[in-house]
């Protein structure tokens, strides 16, 4: 089946404009994340949605960052007033169901984010 | 919270030959621990997976152990193949939150 997509691939941008990065999970997934991926290095944790659930948004850099997630099935981050350090790529992940049982995350191919 | 160790972030192996990626977590509760694969430009894809129930787990040329005492496991790709080149993740998990590994290079010269 269909795996999670992200729209779009490559984003450039000027500083200090907004951009929005889309997410649309595996069907049926009640958990989606956010992650950042800086050059050459590891997946640092931005948000968490599961269900109708409020959002543990702990890993938000700055009140720039937000995201939603309507209908508990795409999701939007939004980056407000960007700068350069913002560039990175943007992961999104889904899996089927949150709690205590471990499911496996399925990542989209990711936002490539430049801000110029 | 949980805390992952990779090593080492590099890894240059000759095609053939073996290659071991390590990771150590801070937190005895993580029960989950999955690796990732990713190649250029695309997104993380998962390789394997352990539970904390399970010390060892293997498919095909890939095997993971887990020591739950020592909190660290291991990735092991033998008869490592060119197209085995990619960065890989590991990643230790407590319910909903997971935490990863910086990732490890791995290169296969043929």
Known sequence: GAGVSQSPSNKVTEKGKDVELRCDPISGHTALYWYRQSLGQGLEFLIYFQGNSAPDKSGLPSDRFSAERTGGSVSTLTIQRTQQEDSAVYLCASKQRGGAIQETQYFGPGTRLLVL | ?110
């Open chain 2, 1 to 110: 919270g949980e805390n992952v160790e990779q090593h080492p972030s590099t890894l240059s192996v000759q095609e053939g030959d073996s290659a071991v990626i390590k990771c150590t977590y801070s937190d005895s509760a993580s029960n989950y621990f999955p690796w990732y694969k990713q190649e250029l430009g695309k997104g993380p894809q998962l390789i394997i997976d352990i539970r904390s129930n399970v010390g060892e787990k293997k498919d095909q040329r890939i095997a993971v152990t887990l020591n739950k005492t020592a909190k660290h496991f291991s990735l092991h790709i033998t008869e490592t193949q060119p197209e085995d080149s990619a960065v890989y993740f590991c990643a230790a998990s407590i319910n909903n939150d997971m935490r990863f590994g910086a990732g490890t290079r791995l290169t296969v010269k043929p």
